[in-house]
Each structure stands twice: as C-alpha cells, then as structure tokens.
C-alpha cells in the first residue's frame, strides 16, 4: 500500500522541489501583478517590478501583506480573476474586524482539495477507511476542505458538521467511522462523552484523527490518544492560503509537512521583518505558487513556529513547520511576562488534570491579574475544602515555575466549562474591552 497521495511530488528531491517553485514563484508574480491593483500597487511602492522576480530566491525583494491589508482590500480587492471564473468563497470564523473572504476557482479547489488528500494518506487513509468529518460546513474551510480531500481518496466520507454529539458517537459507531476528523478540543470532548456511554477506546473502530484549526500540546495529543485508542495527526491550514492541508503530519509525529510545491514557506523576526535561517523561531510567511483567485505572496500569519529540513523517516521531502507555538497577536502580557496558552495547557495536563479550562485577564488598581478556571475530574472531587486548596496552591506552584508568573487557580467542579464543538475559546482578556 502507497502511503503516498502523490507520491513523486511528496518526495520529490530538493532540486526538483526548488526547480518547480522557481518555476512557479515567476509566474505567480506576474499573475499578481497584472491582476490585483492592491498588490501592484505595493510593489510599486518598493519599487520592484515582475521581472526582478527571477527565482524563488528573489522573494525577498517583495513586500509583506498583512491582515490588515487583507481587511482594506475587502471585499475584492486582491482578488486575481474575474469574478465569473469563482466557483466558490470561504470566510474566516472572524471575531473582531471584517472577515477574510478568500475566493476559489475550481483549479484552487482542486489544489486545495488534493493537499488535504495528502494530509489523510499521511494519516493512513485509504478508499476503504470512512472518514468522518466534524470540522464545521458552511464558510469556515475544515469541513468542505477535508470532505474535498476525502473524496479524493475515495474514502467513504461522513459529512458530519460539528456539533450533535449524540448523533455523531451513534454514526461512529453504527458506520464504524475509521477516521476522525475535527478540532482537537472537540475530539477531547468526544472521547469522554463516548466514555461516559460506557465506551472503551476498543469499542471504536477508530485508527487516526486529523486535528487542527486551534492550538494544541504535546500533551492533549496523548490523552485523545489515549481516549480515542488512536494516533493523532496535527493538520495545518488558514483560510487566506485556503484552508486546511497547507501543512500535514505524518507517522513520525515530529512537525508538519508544508506543501511546498504549492506554498513557499518564510520564518521571520515579526519585529523586524528579517528572513532568519532554518531552526530559528519566528512568525511564519507564506507565498502561494499557483492560486488563480485569491494568490496571496509573502503574507504574514501571526504563527510563531520553526522549520526543519531534517530528513523524514516517511520518505517525505518537505520542508516540516513544528505546532505553531502561538501566534504573535495570541500572546498575553501580563504584568510585563510574555505568557502563550499553551504553556497553561501543559502545566494542566502534565499534572493530571484535563483540557478543560478557561483564562481570564483583567486589570484591577492598574495590575494585570490572571485566573484559570481548571475543571476537576470526576474521581478529583473532595468533599474537603481543604483538599481542593491544597490542590489550587500544588497547581499555582506549577505554573509559576513554567511561566514565571503565579496564575489564581480555581477548580471547579467537572462538566461546568462550557465544551467547544469547534475552536475552543481558551482566553478571555477583559483588557482589552477597555
Ligand atoms: O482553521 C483552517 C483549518 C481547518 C486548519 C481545519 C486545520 C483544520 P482559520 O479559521 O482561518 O483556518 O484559522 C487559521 O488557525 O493561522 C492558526 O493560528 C490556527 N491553526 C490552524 N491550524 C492549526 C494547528 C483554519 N494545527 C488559524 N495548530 C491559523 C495550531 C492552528 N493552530
């Protein structure tokens, strides 16, 4: 059995890898620049021109865009065909701002639809796995991305939507789902609702689960593992670059495989803009090579994370992208320490307890405070109230020592954080209401 989508491009030799980009970055440029005035206008700007782009090298010379660029250009303003050959828009979950609306012609669906492919033979999917899909359908890209990519394979695909959880553990079960696909912090929840019914993690006839859209550890990835009795794949994507699938795991588990045949990848100092060498940590920029209707080139993300070419033990040539580690906007000052969710989350379940949890930010008399609501589980409750203080205090004591500064821990009883069906509110930041 190939565990291979596309073989020969998946582990294609560097010099074919760079050949192509080089190949593709000219005409993409060209296509940018004769199509979207927004971008033209940028370059201009810099003054570089089409033909200075001679290789992927000269990316370089090229401006960065931003998301606030993407929010003036709203609605149309960088889109790169006529209308007439869209066949479809997806559009960010956006909480503040305008939303990103990317646009789609039926080759970017092809494109995009095929990387996600990718993404499931790397997870071990074949045309005989049934794939159940619960990232949310509609605007927001995990569902139609995935459903795209499975049929490619030829999976038997379960257009689940997220959400209904009564109905999905009984299509799980009933249709002997093999593939689970949805945000991480939705499979953590599936998984105990399923072990709440009685389920064992061999009851399932789960093997993989294909998580993403939402930060996750090393150490949630163990305990759905554990839960579900499955290996759990990260999966990448932004709805800009369209959608999931930009970057996949594979068996190795050590980072994600960016496409490069179709996204060139940058890490920059996001403070300065500099391009800084493979294994250093910075925000991660990518270019697309051959998009018709909505190409971006050099657009910053915001993730924070690190690339590595060290040979993959999957046969796979790509370039690998680690978890993002945040995201330079996702990262809360508090009284002046730079603190990421995620470090939280490992204390949290390093210590035993489970992802179930909520941030909170205030100012009070012009200090910042930081509070974490920790769910106990089920066999934590004590009647003693000084069992639970004495866990808040152990608890407090860890996550000073991993983030430098000492949290309130409140633990409160289980089943009262309210579950996500899709990303995961972690952080309320009341700061920033003011
Ligand atoms: O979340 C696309 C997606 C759908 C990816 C399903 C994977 C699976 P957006 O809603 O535009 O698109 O959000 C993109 O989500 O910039 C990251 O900050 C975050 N993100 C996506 N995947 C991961 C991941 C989709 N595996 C933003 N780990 C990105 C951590 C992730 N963060």
Redesign the pocket.
């Known amino acids: 059995m190939s565990n291979y989508f596309q073989e020969e491009i998946e582990t294609a030799s560097r010099e074919k890898i760079v050949e192509i980009q080089n190949e593709k970055i000219v005409k993409q440029v060209k296509h940018v620049y004769e199509n979207v005035a927004y971008y033209r206008n940028l370059m201009d700007k810099q003054g570089v021109k089409p033909e200075d782009i001679k290789s992927i090298d000269d990316i370089k010379k090229l401006p960065f865009l931003t998301k606030a660029d993407l929010r003036d250009a709203y609605p149309y303003g960088l889109l790169g065909t006529d209308l007439k050959d869209c066949v479809r828009i997806q559009s ?3 909480t503040t701002g305008r939303r ?1 609306v990317a646009f789609y012609t039926q080759h970017d669906i092809d494109l995009w639809e095929e990387c996600c492919a990718r993404a499931i033979v790397a997870a071990g999917g074949t045309n005989e796995d049934v794939v159940q899909v619960c ?1 949310g359908y509609g605007l ?4 139609p ?2 459903n795209g990519g499975s049929h490619k394979v030829g999976s038997l695909t379960l257009p689940m939507s997220s959400g209904n959880t009564e109905r999905q553990i009984q299509f799980m079960m009933d249709l002997q789902s093999t593939i689970l ?1 949805c ?2 912090s939705y499979a953590a929840f599936i998984g105990e609702s399923l072990a709440e019914k009685g389920y064992k993690p061999e009851d399932n006839k789960l093997k993989a689960g ?7 550890t090393e150490e949630m990835r163990k305990s759905i593992e554990k839960s579900l009795g499955i290996k759990a794949y ?7 670059t369209s ?5 996949f795991e594979c068996e190795e588990q050590t980072g ?1 495989h960016i496409n490069e045949d179709h996204f060139y990848a940058e890490i920059i100092n996001p403070d300065t803009g500099e391009v800084l060498p493979e294994g250093e940590k910075g925000e ?1 920029v990518f270019t697309s090579l051959d998009k018709e209707a909505f190409p971006l080139l050099r657009y910053r ?3 924070i994370c690190v690339l590595s070419r060290k040979k993959c033990s999957c046969g796979r040539t790509h370039v690998k992208m680690t ?2 580690m945040g ?1 330079s906007d ?1 990262m809360m000052i508090i009284r002046g320490v730079n603190v990421f969710p995620s470090q939280i989350e490992t204390v949290l379940l390093n210590e035993g307890y489970a992802p179930n949890y909520q941030i909170l930010v205030d100012r009070k008399n012009n200090t910042d405070t930081l509070d974490v609501n920790v769910e106990l589980l089920p066999e934590q409750m004590s009647d003693k109230v000084s069992d639970i203080e004495a866990m808040e205090k152990k608890l407090e004591g860890a996550m000073r020592t991993m983030l430098g500064i000492g949290p309130k821990i409140h633990l409160v009883p289980p089943k009262s954080i309210t579950r996500s069906e899709g ?1 995961a509110v972690r952080v309320i930041d009341k700061r920033k209401l003011v």
């Open positions: 960010t979950s956006g990103v990232y927001f890209t995990g569902g991305g995935l696909c945000t991480p294909i998580f993403g859209a939402e930060p996750w990260d999966i990448y994507g932004l709805t800009e959608g999931p699938g930009v970057a994600m991660l993300t915001r993730d978890k993002p995201r996702d990303k």
